[in-house]
């Protein structure tokens, strides 16, 4: 089940909502969560539900065990915990990558990587002494098959979440934010990204200089806006519950660099890998060697995260370079350029990306990329000229709310004309919420970008 789907925005939401409000139990309340949870997670394949509950039986008897032992024993027992996860997610995700020649296939669990760094972050929180291993198994069920972030993130480390899983009541505030931010994230995903994908897909086999750009601009407008989309969606659902998710995109294209780029987009998994792999490395506060070792390791494993394929590893160690330059050659100059420059050498460099991320295979990605110079391409095709003249508003439309325009808007509205621009706003949101759900219903149904990972 996805959040842009009919049957949940109408019926299980409004279901699971109804009854969170009128169970007043803590316990029953979080047990009706994680059943529904459960369900929404085995809704398309019950098998996969049988692999969930092990992770959670197995985090559970683990992180106890690591919170009662010492010594050399806690290690073992840590280590052990790690591993397992380590090599079911290699099993399933990876196993192709190493040994192209083996005819196994598994069909790899939806939301496989996020939970299982859900996991790990729970066993690292106990060994580290942040949090105390779960003794209520409800509770840790909770943490990990919450529906409103099993399928793709946000990457919620236990320590952020621990206090409210006992307890989180229903707040209006809360709740109010949470539906404004589920409404924006459905009109990103069903008016934007999926509008952005019929481009994006009918120019995937272009061969002039125009379409290239345009195959690529519209991929990065809509993996933008289909994956913020759905972490809206998914921050949103959980304000509704009670529960307080940290962003997770800061309009990221409106970045002044790499690593600026870096601390607004996809937030939660690059908290994760600075929290559990590169601090813990030594981060930034050891010699250059170890400092360059510590960027490859942590972007090898950010690219390798996403995908078995070495479009993703390149994808992430081409990241790690960038910012190795930034860090030790163009930190001065980035400081002095005016910030429109600095837009464009992070647009272009960040588009580059995307053309290995999208990529099937390198030699795709290395042809897109000189398409896109020239080579091999002429300047336009008629293909091309046709979704210029029929997307470019659309396009236009998606760079303007890639940067922080609607906000900014908002809040001037709002602080000029108070109530009546808050009662003109909650007029939008409802027209916006139909407009979207009227894409919804009269497009193909497009799942979110993400769901692959």
Known sequence: MTFNNVFFIFLFLPVVLFFNFIIKNKILKNLF???FSFLFYAWGNPSTLVLLILYILFNYFTGLEIDNSEGKQRTITFVIGISVQVLVLFLYKYIKLLFPFL???LNVPVGLSFFTFSCLSYLIDVYTKKSRAQSNLLHLSLYISFFGKISMGPIVQYNQMEKELEHHPFQIQLFCDGIKLF??????????ADSLSIVHTNLSASSSVLGSWLFAISYMLQIYFDFSGYSDMAIGIANMFGFHFNKNFDHPYNALSIQDFWRRWHISLSRWFRDYIYIPLGGNRVSNGKYIRNIFVVWFLTGLW???NWTFIIWGLYFGCLLLLEKYVLKDLLEKCPRFICHIY?????LISWVF???PNLTQAFGVLGKMIGINASLYDMNALFYLRSSVVLILIGIVFSFPVYEKLESYVLGRWKQ???IALTIVYVVVFLISISYVISNTFQSFLYFAF
């Open 33 to 35: 969560l994680v059943l």
């Open 103 to 105: 005819s196994v296939e």
């Open 183 to 192: 409404c924006i994230g459905l009109c990103k995903k069903a008016i934007l």
């Open 306 to 308: 996403h995908g078995a």
């Open 346 to 350: 992070t647009w272009i460099l960040v």
């Open 357 to 359: 991320f999208m990529s």
């Open 420 to 422: 009546k621009a808050s």
